[in-house]
């Protein structure tokens, strides 16, 4: 299932680590797994668990605990607001409210033609800049105002 890149790029983070440590690589081989297939299906977790060589239950343990792993398949876009207290009390609810009218659905849903998936985080370290979102957990926007969440979409929807 995981191509020869992917391997390779799990095999550069596992040698990051004495091999008797090799589970210690288990996150960054989850999300190395993740960004080929775009999502963590039982298969893919138990692909991880025998390269690694750890027990494929440890591996479904982590992706499971840490919300940035997709256990199920996700649009083009995922977009990830912050709704704790402090995101939440500064405009991380009114953010979510104009995504979902804007796109037609709710937390944890897809739009129709696969392109966007909307779901809520918690504390993403950025009380300061809220409210604030991730775009497929790499790309943090800050202080998003109705003008900029429109944009933002705008942008992905091209």
Known sequence: MLS????KKIDRELAKYPADQRQS???AALAHAQVELGWLSPETMHEVADYIGMPAIAVQEVATFYNMY?????????ITVCTNLPCALSGGERAGKRIKDALGIDWRET?????????EGECMGAC?????MLVNNHRMCSFMSDEKIDAL????NK
């Open 4 to 7: 020869e890149q992917c391997l």
């Open 25 to 27: 690589a288990v996150m």
């Open 70 to 78: 997709n256990l199920k398949p996700v649009g083009k876009h995922k």
């Open 111 to 119: 739009t129709a033609d696969g392109q966007f998936t909307l779901q």
């Open 128 to 132: 300061g800049d809220a409210p604030v």
């Open 153 to 156: 979409l705008e942008e992905l």
